[in-house]
């Protein structure tokens, strides 16, 4: 049984975004048959909000919602998986000049996992920064496919997937509710939570894909046919 | 006239194609009061200048276009445009095809109001500028 999940969102608890969670679910329920997630990470900005309780919205409409959180670094944005007590004492989240390879190893060492976001994208991705730095070291996967990539991003995270080997995966980074499950990643295997989620995405074991209504054809990505 | 009990979830605004040209962009800037100060809307050494593509669209005149899909949705003479808030991610052209795209995302039948996600795409599909707004319907 395969897991499909949309890694990488935002609800109204970033400051960027007006959508509640609520009103995500009910369009992936609504669009269900084009954009096929079984469930979303909500990644808010800087933050993580551990009180947060979305299980009678799960319940509601059968969908999974899992909390991450993406964090800014030296190296650009990355998301971070399995946040605990630990990584919340560890590193403020709200510091937007987190040392990246001191996030990546703390938070491996700490239970979770570390994924580069839109590593494509100009000044907070990682293709830019490893042109004047050495790469980072214990990277499994990077994001290869972001619902909000312009043209040329996806392709130069594919560049790095190519050259470092890294294992890819997808997410929408939706600031709106219409734009949920654009790009999510596929597992293989059955999650039904956080724990599950971080123990496969150290698997590398996974594929991004893509539910743009315009496909790119990124050749790490899976094309799904949706119409 | 759109009717509250007539709008769902999912329902589609648009999309609406358009190219603005630089003459009517230059136009925008000059009758908004900024023309001459900010060269970017009107001259197309100075937009470069600023690291531009050439010249952009003032965000206001952005702003206006996804308010028109919204408007011209609703229809004369029944609900308002009540709110609406704007991310500007990229400069928007002139003399590139536009197609401005809108979705109800909810419904709140208890203060009657509906929202609604827009957004301006180029020929890449690309969203240059995207948004929500609030749609408010007579009691």
């Given amino acids: 049984m395969t897991t499909t999940l949309d890694l990488h969102t935002h609800s109204e608890a970033s400051e960027d975004s007006r959508a509640p969670v609520e009103a995500y679910l009910n369009w992936i329920k609504l669009r269900h048959v084009e954009r096929p997630v079984d469930g979303i990470v909500l990644t808010e900005h800087r933050q993580f909000n551990r009180e947060a309780d979305y299980r009678p919205l799960e319940d509601k409409f059968g969908i999974m919602v899992l909390r ?153 990505a899976v094309a799904v046919e949706t119409r | 006239m759109k009717k509250f009990d007539e709008v769902k979830i999912g329902d589609t605004l648009g999309p609406l194609e358009l190219t603005v040209t630089k003459d009517q962009c230059r136009a925008y800037a000059k009758t908004s009061g900024f023309g001459d100060v900010a060269g970017r809307f009107t001259d197309e050494a100075a937009a470069k200048k600023e690291g531009l593509p050439g010249i952009i669209l003032p965000g206001n005149m952005s702003l206006g276009l996804l308010s028109k899909l919204v408007t011209d949705w609703i229809g004369f003479g029944g609900a308002r445009l009540t709110r609406m808030g704007t991310t500007y991610r990229v400069p928007v052209q002139p003399d590139h095809a536009l197609t401005i795209h809108g979705f109800v995302t909810n419904i709140n039948p208890d203060d009657r109001t509906v929202e609604i996600d827009v957004w301006i795409e180029n020929e890449e599909a690309e969203r240059l500028v995207t948004g929500t707004a609030t749609v408010e319907f007579p009691k």
């Fill in chain 1, 68 to 220: 991450a959180s993406e964090v800014e670094t030296n190296y650009g944005h990355m998301l971070v998986f399995g946040v605990n007590d630990d990584m919340l004492a560890r590193f403020d989240f709200a510091n937007i000049r987190l040392d990246a390879q001191t996030v990546i190893d703390e938070v491996a060492r700490m239970g979770g996992i570390v994924v580069p976001c839109h590593p494509g994208r100009p000044n907070i991705g990682l293709y830019e920064h490893y042109e004047s730095k050495p790469p980072l070291e214990h990277v499994v996967a990077v994001e290869a496919l972001n619902g909000g990539s312009r043209k040329g991003e996806d392709a130069r995270a594919d560049e790095l997937i190519s050259k470092f080997g890294y294992a890819s995966t997808g997410g929408s980074d939706s600031h709106l509710v219409s734009l949920i499950g654009l790009c999510a990643t596929r597992f293989s295997a059955y999650i039904k939570d956080i724990d599950g989620l971080v123990r496969e995405l150290k698997t590398g074991a996974y594929e991004a894909v893509d539910f743009r209504p315009r496909r790119k054809v990124v050749p790490h």
